[in-house]
């Protein structure tokens, strides 16, 4: 087991260090001036030239630059936006809301996923299984943030059940109508997964052997042949945060919640490019964290399962 | 392609049981897709959306550039069947003509994550060792980082440069192939042992005639599935990147940047944002269907 967790702590660090390259190159490699358009229309001023190569080190080569990247990042430093905030007090301010908004998230996509893949799993090819299939189809369909913004007209605006924009700080219950669109296509993959993977235990041996000692239905597959299932269903949940996080931007741009989202939502319209690469950075070491703790947990899911 | 036009045909002549031998593996999935009405209505609905992407005059004889302010935010009359939008433009003509722009992001982008996911995969695949290690560290690496996020970072850097459809289909297939090259590189991984290709190799034929004429065809199928699957999210990623000001921008034409202009006026002028949101979402519909029938006409387990 320490094996184990060392060999994927070893294996996370080339992909710690591919990823935040990649977002720095992204943010600062790509051909072209960095500081072009940052003053209007006019040409930069010297000035703010020196300055700006000074603080950003443009005159050091690009991989000097991630060094001196990675170690800010370290001591977590994210950098200050064009208009003189500091980037990592601002995440900071935002972090609380996204957290609250995304655990919020897993917990419907998982009990509306593995609810629903269960009981279409315990009939497949049958009305239950057929309607969530295609209703699940039609959800897909919709782009994350046209759902956002017809829940915000329908159930915000006419109907008046749920806050139309959400108030800072926020409180859980204003965030359960963003939170339930948000986990909304999520949970679609989620139930197909769960259910193929009861499908699959269903049939297997320990399911029989758990129905030859006369256990009852709902334990039979509550317990024997759901937990065997779970596997899929947390490797999904895990790999799909980085999804989820994409589509929280969106929907706390939509119902303006002041999330780390929203700042990047905001940080667009306001051209401010450093800020969108410090969110975007926490967000994907946050992702790879995750990813993770994931894999770790397998263990304790499956006991099959040896590390050595 | 041949396969289609001949399997389809066949299989509607010879009823319930199509003959089984002689047919590929392709062909007999190609005759499955030809029997399910699904796949029709959805393939009847790309053509549609095609030829108004093609051809957009022919749905509408309004100029979606033309707008009369006096017109801002009228709702759905007749003539007008879906209103207009702040500037006083038809949104029915805009949306017909939006068409062209997010469906051809949506094509060039699966074409480029395919052809670079495909090529890196089956270079990885084919020739194992370092290269292999190499490229499926890469993968890994660019799998962790969301598409939708890193191109928020890299639109954001670059800023209004212009560029427009082909600058945006590029970014997003530098940041999309890492899934296809990693099912390219496992199709390849369970052919490259195969008898046919020990023939080959045997025969005396060179390593690249073997990649591309023996591994590559019988490697590809998956692939396609994948292509198929991912025309429908890249419509999706394209209004969401529009939506956000970050992908198309005006005077461009797109049902995203359409949507983006209309949530301001949810409250008050609510058909400017159903009406492109609608037919984005029939058209994703329509992909989203269309493969995920593919996936299960290629998937042997389903049958």
């Keep these: 087991m320490t094996g184990y967790i060392l060999r994927r702590l070893l294996q996370f660090i080339p992909v710690f260090l591919g990823t935040t390259f990649i977002v720095f190159f992204l943010a600062w490699g790509m051909p072209g001036d960095p500081l072009a358009g940052k003053c209007g229309d006019r040409e930069c001023p010297d000035a703010f030239v020196a300055a700006a190569t000074e603080e950003f080190k443009l005159d050091r080569p690009l991989i000097v630059r991630y060094g001196y990247y990675l170690a800010d990042l370290g001591r977590g430093y994210l950098g200050r936006s064009f208009t003189g905030r500091d980037v990592s007090e601002q995440l900071l301010a935002a972090f609380p809301a996204t957290i609250r908004l995304a655990l919020l998230a897993v917990l419907i996509e998982v009990l509306l996923g593995v609810t629903i893949g269960v009981f279409a799993a315990l009939r497949p090819g049958r009305t239950f299984d057929t309607a969530t299939t295609l209703i699940g189809l039609v959800i897909i369909a919709f782009p994350g943030f046209v759902v956002a913004n017809l829940a915000q007209l329908v159930f915000g605006v006419r109907l008046g059940w749920f806050p139309v924009t959400v108030s800072d700080p926020t409180s859980l219950c204003e965030l359960l109508l963003p939170a339930i669109v948000l986990a909304l296509a999520h949970q679609v993959t989620l139930s197909r997964l769960t259910r193929s993977a009861v499908i699959e235990s269903m049939q297997s041996d320990y399911v029989r052997t758990a129905r030859t000692k006369g256990l009852s239905e709902a334990r039979v597959v509550g317990v024997h042949a759901l937990r065997n299932s779970l596997i899929p269903a947390v490797t999904y949940v895990g790999k799909d945060i980085g999804g989820l996080m994409a589509g929280a931007v969106v929907v706390e741009g939509v119902f303006n919640i002041s999330g780390v989202g929203g700042l990047i939502v905001q940080s667009i319209r306001s051209h401010d490019g450093i800020t969108i690469v410090g969110a975007v950075t926490v967000i994907v070491v946050a992702y790879l964290v995750i990813n993770l703790l994931v894999d770790l947990s397998y263990a304790l899911l499956d006991p099959r399962i040896h590390y050595d | ?303």
């Design chain 2, 1 to 303: 392609m041949t396969d289609l036009l001949q399997a389809t045909p066949r299989a509607a002549k010879d009823g319930v049981e199509p003959r089984r031998r002689n047919r590929s593996l392709t062909g007999e999935a190609l005759a499955l897709l030809g029997r399910s009405p699904l796949v029709w209505v959805a393939l009847v609905v790309l053509a549609i959306l095609a030829a108004m992407a093609i051809a957009p005059g022919l749905f509408t004889n309004v100029d979606p550039q033309r707008c009369i302010l006096l017109n801002s935010r009228k709702p759905p009359a007749y003539g007008s069947w879906f209103g207009f939008d702040i500037q006083g433009c038809d949104v029915f003509a805009r949306t017909v003509y939006g068409a062209r722009a997010s469906l051809a992001v949506a094509l060039l982008a699966t074409l480029g994550s395919t052809l670079i996911g495909g090529a890196l995969g089956l270079v990885a695949g084919f020739n194992g060792g370092i290269i292999d290690a190499v490229i499926s560290r890469v993968t890994d690496v660019v799998l962790g980082l969301p598409t939708l996020l890193g191109a928020i970072v890299i639109l954001a850097t670059l800023g209004n440069t212009g560029g427009g459809v082909l600058r945006l289909a590029l970014v997003l297939s530098l940041l999309g192939w890492a899934t296809e090259a990693r099912l390219m590189r496992a199709s390849v991984l369970q052919i490259r042992n195969a008898e046919y290709v020990r023939a080959a190799r045997v025969a005396g034929a060179s390593s690249l005639w073997i990649a591309l004429r023996h591994v590559l065809p019988n490697a590809v199928a998956p692939l396609l599935v994948l292509a198929t699957l991912s025309l429908g999210s890249y419509v999706g990623t394209e209004a969401t990147l529009s939506y956000l000001g970050l992908g198309l921008q005006p005077p461009t034409i797109s049902w995203g940047t359409a949507i983006s202009d209309a949530q301001p006026y949810l409250a008050s002028a609510p058909h400017m944002l159903m009406f492109p949101s609608l037919v984005l979402t029939v058209t994703v519909l329509a992909l989203v269907m269309l493969g995920e029938a593919v996936r299960r006409a290629f998937d042997p387990r389903s049958r």
